[in-house]
């Protein structure tokens, strides 16, 4: 069942309302934390892309068939500029400096769609695990800007946030099997 956008009738969403979060643990054993930080500081432009693998047929009598197999989402944000404070920044520069290349897939990506919930029942999420953030390039002209790459797992729980900020708690919805 489709929930109803928290939009007035023919308002448009606002982008800030598609929100992106990375997450990643800090630390070993039981001192590990969790670390989030929403992107697109400074990001004048960044949207899902969902790479779909279709398969179109026409059959016999000239009628066109597509199947969508896959979808491999990803999200740019170019420029993602070193920026103070930038937690994920200092973690990619520190993985790019010790050319640990493994490492960039071992983060958690929450989509959160403000434009769906409120704050009483919560805003409608996903959560991807096992998630990929590559950076692209280091530099730029007057700026160090190094853009990077989200590409989504496909290994996700939809659910809800309670809030638009990167303390959030996420809740999974409760699957009902049949």
């Given amino acids: ?3 109803e956008f928290n939009l007035a009738t023919n308002q448009r969403a606002e982008r ?3 929100i992106t979060v ?4 800090e630390g070993t054993g039981t001192s590990a934390t969790q670390v989030r930080e929403i992107l697109g500081r400074r990001t ?3 949207s899902i892309e969902y790479n779909p693998d279709i398969e179109t047929t026409t059959d016999i009598l000239g009628i066109n068939y597509t199947d969508v197999n896959k979808t491999q989402p990803q999200q740019d944000f170019d420029p ?3 920026l103070g404070g930038s937690k994920l920044g200092a973690k990619l520069n520190d993985i790019r400096r010790r050319n640990a290349l493994s490492e960039l897939d071992q983060f958690t990506v929450y989509i959160i769609t403000a434009y769906i919930g409120n704050s009483t029942n919560g805003y409608e999420a996903e959560k991807h695990t096992g ?3 590559l950076y692209t390039a280091l530099g730029g002209d007057s700026n ?3 853009p990077i790459s989200v590409y989504l797992s496909n290994n996700s729980v939809t659910g809800t946030v309670d809030k ?3 303390d959030f708690a996420f809740t999974a919805d409760v699957s009902v099997g049949g």
């Fill in 1 to 3: 069942m489709a929930t």
């Fill in 16 to 18: 800030k309302l598609l």
């Fill in 22 to 25: 990375a997450e990643w643990s």
């Fill in 44 to 46: 004048e432009d960044s």
């Fill in 80 to 82: 993602y500029l070193i």
């Fill in 131 to 133: 998630c990929t953030i």
């Fill in 144 to 146: 160090v800007n190094m």
């Fill in 164 to 166: 638009l900020s990167d």
